[in-house]
């Protein structure tokens, strides 16, 4: 066997996340400026499996890693999925410059990656849907009950109009969006973001339940408007997502910040982006203010900031 490379970008969400988890839709897209990247290369005989993430200084054996480790679950659903007709002796390298607990869908990227890798080691090059079905597995270990957007969206590497149970759309891009993501450099841990939200609702089902309805019909309402490129409407639509998402607790005075700074220095919409309290904010700017958008970001605290656009057709 020989050196086997993947990769796989990160992602945002543009519109729906926490309604998408109680059946409503979302629209999410990949972010191809970041990456995770899985290499995996043949070991002698006898030597098993040794998996290793020098980014976060963890190196094991398949056969020592626990049940609950992400990156052996991976490992293990994929080999599961396909079974290799030899024993398998090689070392499995993950990295990614994908910022962790950000809402960039870093742990969806890396497991991707890894499914990816080493279905093509084994000589199976997997569809994107038995990638996505194998990512989602691995995203209960991280999430909890995850809607299953992340692990589509990373799995397919395009633009989606996601609904839990629905059949996978895609989502065409009427007109290139270019987008400033800021990072408020603050970790958000979707699983407990999602808990401390369920717990809400369940003691006040009318009033959340109204607000995730308003999301879910939110995001048909900027899927026709991004399919025909009329970024006045996706930039209404952002402004009411994001109140939206106010109302249900689940921004910061962080996030409210970079999308006030967004707004002031000339974004055309902004809204947070993931489970929120903490994490990233989304600006949808015009070409010509990217920089002055990014520069403004900056001076109200982003950690990072990163553009991309929605729909062109180079990827990074």
Not at 7 to 27: D, M
Not at 238 to 258: C, F
Not at 275 to 280: D, E, L, S
Request: charged share 15%.
């Amino acid at each position: 066997m020989t050196v086997t490379t993947a990769s796989a970008p990160g992602k945002i969400i543009l519109f729906g996340e926490h309604a998408v988890v109680y059946g409503h839709p979302a629209l999410a897209v990949p972010v191809h400026e970041v990456q995770a990247t899985c290499r995996i290369e043949p070991l002698p005989a006898g030597a098993g499996v040794v998996i290793a993430a020098p980014d976060i200084n963890f190196a094991a054996p398949l056969s020592a890693a626990p049940e609950d480790n992400p990156l052996a679950a991976a490992v293990r659903h994929t080999l599961a999925a396909c079974p290799p007709t030899l024993p398998i002796n090689a070392r499995i390298t993950v990295t990614a410059d994908i910022p962790v607990a950000r809402g960039l869908g870093s742990g969806a990227a890396i497991a991707t990656a890894v499914v990816k890798a080493l279905g093509q080691y084994v000589g199976r090059a997997l569809p994107p849907q038995q990638i996505a079905d194998i990512v989602f597995a691995v995203e209960k270990i991280h999430h909890g009950t995850p809607s299953g957007i992340d692990n589509t969206v990373i799995a397919f590497g395009q633009p989606v109009f996601f609904q839990k149970g629905r059949p996978l759309q895609r989502l065409a891009v009427g007109r290139p969006l270019t987008l400033v993501i800021g990072d408020t450099g603050i970790k958000s841990q979707t699983r407990k973001v999602v808990g401390n939200l369920r717990r809400r609702r369940d003691a006040d089902k009318p009033r959340y339940d109204g607000w995730f309805q308003l999301m879910g019909r939110l995001a048909p309402a900027a899927r026709q408007a991004i399919e025909a490129g009329q970024v006045a409407r996706i930039a209404d639509y952002m402004a009411q997502n994001h109140a939206l998402l106010q109302q249900i607790g689940v921004s910061s005075d962080e996030l409210d910040r970079l999308v006030r700074a967004a707004l002031e220095a000339g974004a055309l919409g902004a809204k947070l982006s993931g489970a929120g309290r903490g994490g990233n904010m989304i600006a949808l700017v015009e070409d010509n203010r990217a920089f002055e958008v990014t520069q403004a970001l900056q001076r109200a605290g982003a950690a990072q900031t990163i553009v991309t656009t929605v729909g062109s057709s180079a990827k990074k």
